[in-house]
């Protein structure tokens, strides 16, 4: 009897993939050195570039003429927010720590004279 070899198909897979990415690299790398697909290329990008630029900047003149606030002001806000919460936080735990109310500054003025 003759031995069958049995089908493996991992290693089916792994030439298979192998296989793709060899060609693959060896199109890329024809593709790449030609002159004039890198200088598409090099045009798409700073195309590419200057379109998000563009658009970031209408869209900040529109949020600006809408009056509404930016991610990075929010930001800035919810910060503040938060400093002062803290700030809170430790004058309500120091307050809760002291038995003795907190000293509040003398009442100079005198209530007005109700005969007037």
Known sequence: ????????????????????????????SKISSNETFAGSMNQATKLTL??????????????????LATQAQM????????????????LVAMQARSETPIARPRRTRKPADPAN
Request: proline residues 2%.
């Open 1 to 28: 009897m003759a031995k069958q070899s049995e089908f493996d198909p991992l290693a089916a897979w792994q030439r298979m993939i192998s296989q793709w990415e060899r060609q693959l690299n060896d199109l890329s």
């Open 50 to 67: 200057a379109t998000r630029k563009s658009m970031e900047d209408n869209l900040d003149r529109l949020v600006r003429s809408m009056q």
């Open 75 to 90: 930001s800035e806000a919810l910060d503040r927010m938060d400093r002062i919460e803290q700030k809170l936080d430790a």
